[in-house]
């Protein structure tokens, strides 16, 4: 793709307060690629899923596979993705392991972007 593909500007000329706004409101490279490898958390419908059902109730592993029509193995799998990425937590009751969102921010999420797509 060459730039005549996209829109441009027909000359080059830059404002500089709208630069320098953006360029001091402009979170560090840490960061951006922090909020990067979050998004890509949400890029596998399969943990959408577990998401979405534990949006709905607190779940065990057994229940989650259950629901999704999914081995235990492979819920196990992206729970542990999901609670690397500090949206899902767990506690223990008795011999089970019960999995939640870890806050309201991944509902927020959750809501948002079904929000977009649906617009």
């Known amino acids: 793709m060459s730039i005549?593909?996209?829109?441009?500007?027909?000359?080059?000329?830059?404002?500089?307060?709208?630069?320098?706004?953006?360029?001091?409101?402009?979170?560090?490279?840490?960061?951006?690629?922090?909020?990067?490898?979050?998004?890509?958390?949400?890029?596998?419908?399969?943990?959408i899923k577990i998401l979405f059902a534990l949006f709905e109730e607190e779940m065990c592993v057994c229940d989650i596979a259950e629901s999704l029509n999914m081995t235990?193995?492979?819920?196990?799998?992206?729970?542990?993705?999901?609670?690397?990425?500090k949206l899902v937590g767990n506690r223990r009751e008795g011999k089970q392991i019960i999995y939640f969102l870890a806050?309201?921010?991944?509902?927020?999420i959750i809501d948002q972007g079904l929000n977009h797509i649906e617009e």
Request: net charge negative.
């Open 103 to 108: 806050d309201d921010h991944v509902r927020t």
């Open 4 to 47: 005549d593909d996209v829109e441009h500007c027909e000359e080059v000329h830059s404002h500089k307060g709208v630069v320098l706004k953006v360029n001091r409101e402009m979170p560090d490279e840490d960061e951006l690629y922090d909020l990067a490898e979050l998004f890509k958390v949400f890029g596998d419908s399969t943990r």
């Open 72 to 85: 235990q193995s492979a819920i196990s799998h992206q729970l542990k993705i999901l609670k690397q990425s």
